[in-house]
């Protein structure tokens, strides 16, 4: 944090705590110039953020500037970039939730790709100090701000930025959701995977993926590659493809793992096609706790996401310090289990 950013937080506090009372002259640049020492040109940059952001107010020339009525006004500004979608709308509770407690403002946007780079330098003129991002990877952010990425595994980034990741555990997520389907009896399963293809087709394994293989493994199913199927992430086709092979091959079925909701609906929009019934003949899991169907699945806690990621950029802009970790893994669970059968072997 350079000199500039350190004297403006530490005026801005002063400003939030009531050390200048609203209505009040504010001290002169000149004065303030001498306390900090600094030069006036750099003070007055200083003072014209203040007024930009509304806790000053200029007078005509000669009458000063003066401490803005404070009342209403809130302590601080970030902004949450997401796509809306019933999960980011789980995230942006828990971010409105924590900031609300803190008395800190939140824009939210979804601007096209396209714009987005401009859109971070208008909200940074806004005031805005930290960024929350989900599903919009990690854009460069102007200097200063802070990036959360929120339901992101960490990856490559540019060298310098100030980025915060957090995510479900959802490898625990994985491990909990298969260990369940072999204690309930099932041992004839299949695995629709969605995930893995996007960002890439030839990406590896996803950390849920590899939790049920591991688990099938310890349960003596050493051909779960075989019994696994990766699909493009919206592909119907794919999801009928999936249901017309692979329970030929596998005719004893009675789960498909899934490793989304949104490959559940796939699965299910497919298996009404075929006149068959899943979930019903054949159970169906989820992931991530946002399905209408009636299936057990894995809470990815979507909400305390957004509670950690606001949490860590209102920290920030009021004291300047971020967490030990910049990755944090929230603790998945999982709800509505007994829409799993029990088989009796």
């Known amino acids: 944090m350079n000199v500039t950013d350190k004297i403006f937080r530490e005026l801005k506090k002063r400003l939030d705590e009531g050390f200048y009372l609203p209505g009040s002259r504010f001290p002169s640049e000149s004065t303030l110039a001498e306390e900090f020492h600094i030069n006036k040109m750099t003070m007055n940059k200083i003072v014209s953020l203040l007024v930009e952001q509304k806790y000053l107010t200029r007078g005509v020339r000669g009458a000063g500037t003066r401490v803005a009525d404070n009342s209403s006004r809130p302590r601080g500004l970030i902004a949450c970039l997401s796509p809306l979608s019933p999960y980011s709308v789980c995230i942006l509770r828990g971010v409105y939730a924590e900031a609300l407690r803190h008395n800190f403002a939140v824009i939210t946007e979804s601007p096209a790709v396209e714009d987005l780079q401009f859109r971070l330098q208008m909200l940074h003129r806004m005031g805005v100090t930290g960024v929350i991002s989900a599903a919009y990877g990690t854009p460069v952010l102007p200097e200063g701000m802070v990036l959360c990425c929120v ?11 100030k980025i915060i990741f957090i995510n479900s555990n959802n490898f625990q ?3 909990q959701m298969m260990e369940e389907i072999f204690r309930r009896g099932h041992r004839e399963i299949l695995i629709f995977s969605v995930e893995r293809f996007r960002t890439n087709p030839m990406a590896p394994k996803t950390p849920r993926v590899t939790g049920f293989h591991q688990v099938m493994e310890k349960h003596g ?7 696994t199927f990766y699909s493009a992430p919206s592909s119907q086709e794919d ?4 249901l017309e092979t692979y329970l030929k091959k596998f005719p004893r079925t009675t789960l498909i793992a899934v490793d989304s909701d949104n490959g559940a609906a796939l699965l299910h929009t497919a298996a009404l096609q075929l006149d068959l019934e899943c979930p019903g003949e054949i159970a169906l899991t989820g992931f991530g706790n946002i399905s209408p169907l009636p299936i057990a ?3 990815q806690a979507p909400e305390r996401q957004g509670e950690l990621a606001a949490r860590y950029l209102i920290e920030h802009a009021l004291t300047g310090s971020l967490p030990e970790t910049s990755c944090i893994q929230v603790e998945t669970h999982l709800v509505r289990i007994e829409e799993i059968p029990i088989i009796l072997n």
């Open 239 to 242: 999801a009928k493809y999936f």
């Open 173 to 175: 997520g994985g491990v």
């Open 221 to 227: 199913l050493s051909d779960f590659e075989e019994r």
């Open 151 to 161: 339901d992101r595994d960490p990856c490559v980034f540019s060298e310098g930025q």
């Open 297 to 299: 699945n894995v809470d």
